[in-house]
Each structure stands twice: as C-alpha cells, then as structure tokens.
C-alpha cells in the first residue's frame, strides 16, 4: 500500500501522481509488453523522492514491434484540469511517424532511446522555458523519469539496441486551452510536469489551514524569525544558498498576503520572504496571491521600472513579449547595469507593499533569486533580518 493509499483510507486530503508520472509509468508498462511479451495490469514507478508507486494500466494495444499503455492521470484532491486524462505511452522498436518534430536522444551503454511528443503534448515555440524550442513540452524530470523507467526494462529484459518512445494524450490539446500554455508559447497540449512526481492538494481552504498551523507551532516552538516560501524552489535555495535549514521554513505556495494575515494574528513579529522571482516578482505590484489564474504581471512589472530606469522603447517591448523572468532579465543585462538598478527599484516597491499588506503588525522582508541568477536582489531590511534569522535559537 503506497502513501496516497493510506490518505484515502484515513479520510485525509489526498495527494494525486503528476502527468510525469503517468508517462513514466506507461512507457515502463509498454516497454514490458514490447520486449517481455506480456500483458501489463500495474505499472511500479519509482519517485524522484524515493516513494513507489504502482498505477492501473487501464488500457493496452500492440502490435508487430510495438507496444502502447495508457495510465490515466489522478489529482487526488487537487482542482487540476488534467485529471482523469488518459495519458498514453507508444515504445516501437522502429521510429515512430509523427506530425510533431522534437526528438530527446537519450543513450546508456548499449542502449539508446528516443522521446518524443505526439498528440495532445504541447510543442515548445518561444525561449526561456525549460525545454528547449521545437521539443516536447516534457520537463527534465519526466523525461528523466520515462527513460530511466524503460531503460530499466531494457535491463531486465537483456535488450540492446535502440528503441522510440512517444508520450500522447487524447484530449491534451483541448485541455490545454483552459491553461497558460498558449500564452506560454506552448502549443496543441499539455505539457508533461512534475518535479516530485506527486501532486500535492492545494484546496484552498485546507491548505491555508495547514500554513496556519505551521505559523503556530513554529512560534510556539520559539522561533522569532520565521521564513517563508512559496514552495520546493524557495525551500532548496533556503539550505542550498543561505544556510538556512528546510524544516525552518513555512511553505506559503501562492498565498503570500494571507500568511502575513495569519503570521500576524498568530503573534509572529518578523517574517523573512524567500521566494523564486516567477512568483515573487509580483508582489512588486501589489499581487498577494500569485497563482497565475489569479494575476500574472511579471513583465510589466520587468518592463515598467526597466523604463523608469533608462531602458528604451524598444527595450521595453522585448521585455514584454519574455516568457519567463530570466529571460526579461537577460534582456535588461543588455544594457550595462539596467538590470542591477531595475532589481533595486523592483524590491523597494516590494518592501512597499509587503509593509502595506502586514499593516505594522510584523515586519516583513523578501530575498528574491532565480536559479539560474541566484540572488536577484533584497528588501532594505533583508540582510540584517537574514544574519538574525541565521543566529535565531529558540527562547
């Protein structure tokens, strides 16, 4: 019995599998098929985390020199749009004909193995995502996870040689019009995600009751400074970069006004914001909630001080046409020292509004960084507050 088997049974909210996943799990339950010649009824993928998983094949077709499996995609108790998808995976021991270009070469010894995207998986168009143009909308992690899994099967089986992989999913296209994908420059799909292989509940009302929770114990527990983060990246970039434990932070995902709300009811005084700027940039505008269904604004933001700073018109529009925050970066860094004086106007603005929100009720500071820039700059109070969090003991 996994973990997300015994939320069920307990009554708790639910975690679901991402669309990586799925793919992962199919391609191993196809691989079988093609190379043990054996039906395939469950699927056992192993987690980026160590967690395993064993997922239904619900249904299967072959043929001569090739094998498809389909999983279908379960949120748990998460409002995801793709849920219920079926997400199919293809293994031919020939290349697979299809409309879509983007071929993800992949080698192991004496094995090579080729991923691509076919119906209903998003192609790539514009820069600054984490696939490159013209490939698969299939993050590293899934497709780490789908090539490791058949190259496992490889393994076992005694194959050598090369075999094609292709990840579909009836109905992605459709599904992906109710997403940011379009507005991406991703186009006709989803896209196959995950970083943990799991999808964590994010129902509203419970999730804030869980960062509440959080505030509580870890102000009881003594600690007078508190991080918080919208999530994995900002967690990582806490241990990884400022020394600063993950079991200190409070994971706010997207909900960054109503845990300053909470932190302050709670009694929590000071409150250090570490965040990725995909997210935390947005609060520059006053953007308490950063989920993008609810407001997006990372490039105006970019593209309005960049002009306050000197950047010219045409600067401005190639600002506001990026796809991602690195990217607007890059383009202000074009500039000598624009992007520096951007940054700088950028966390003033978000200290503006982070004192705003917290009412004088707490003192709230923010670290913004990218993973490729790392710190992209500090509210004025930040680093003092950063020093103290570090030498924080409990009272």
Request: net charge neutral; hydrophobic share 40%.
């Amino acid at each position: 019995m996994t973990e997300i088997d015994r939320e069920r049974n307990k009554g708790a909210l639910r975690r679901g599998y991402t669309t990586g996943t799925c793919a992962a799990a199919a391609a191993q339950a196809a691989a079988w098929m093609l190379l043990a010649g054996t039906r395939v009824e469950k699927a056992a993928v192993t987690l980026p985390g160590g967690m395993r998983l064993e997922l239904a094949v619900e249904e299967e077709r072959f043929g001569a020199g090739w094998a498809s499996c389909a999983v279908r995609k379960d949120s748990g108790d998460d409002p995801d749009v793709t849920d219920g998808l079926l997400v199919w995976a293809t293994v031919s021991a020939s290349p697979i004909k299809t409309e879509k270009s983007g071929i993800i070469e992949h080698k192991e010894e004496d094995i090579s193995l080729y991923l691509s995207g076919g119906v209903g998986v998003g192609t790539v168009t514009r820069p600054g995502l984490s696939c490159k143009v013209g490939e698969p909308a299939i993050n590293p992690v899934p497709r780490q996870m789908i090539v490791s899994h058949v190259a496992g099967v490889c393994r076992k089986t005694g194959f050598s040689g090369a075999l094609w992989i292709e990840i579909f999913v009836p109905g992605g296209r459709e599904i992906a019009r109710r997403t940011f994908n379009p507005r991406l420059g991703i186009r006709d799909g989803i896209s196959i995600l995950g970083t943990s292989g799991i999808v964590e509940p994010m129902s509203r009302r419970a999730l804030l009751e869980t960062i509440r929770l959080e505030l509580r114990q870890k102000h009881l527990a003594g600690w007078k400074i508190l991080a918080v983060t919208p999530g994995n990246y900002g967690e990582r970039f806490l241990a990884d970069e400022l020394g600063i434990p993950e079991d200190r932070a409070v994971i706010c995902s997207n909900y960054i006004g109503e845990t300053l709300d909470m932190a302050a009811r709670e009694g929590v005084k000071e409150i250090l914001l570490v965040g990725h700027g995909g997210k935390l940039i947005k609060t520059a505008a006053g953007i308490m909630d950063t989920h993008s269904r609810t407001a997006d604004g990372r490039m105006e933001i970019l593209a309005a001080w960049g002009a306050a700073c000197g950047a010219d018109q045409e600067l401005v529009n190639e600002i506001l046409q990026a796809v991602t925050v690195d990217q607007g970066l890059a383009l202000l860094e074009t500039r000598p020292g624009l992007r520096e004086k951007t940054m700088e106007r950028i966390m003033e603005r978000m200290a503006f509004y982070l004192g705003e929100r917290a009412g004088g009720k707490l003192c709230a500071e923010a670290v913004m960084f990218t993973n490729e820039r790392g710190i992209l700059g500090m509210t004025p109070g930040a680093r003092q507050m950063l020093a103290a969090l570090k030498a924080d003991r409990k009272e």
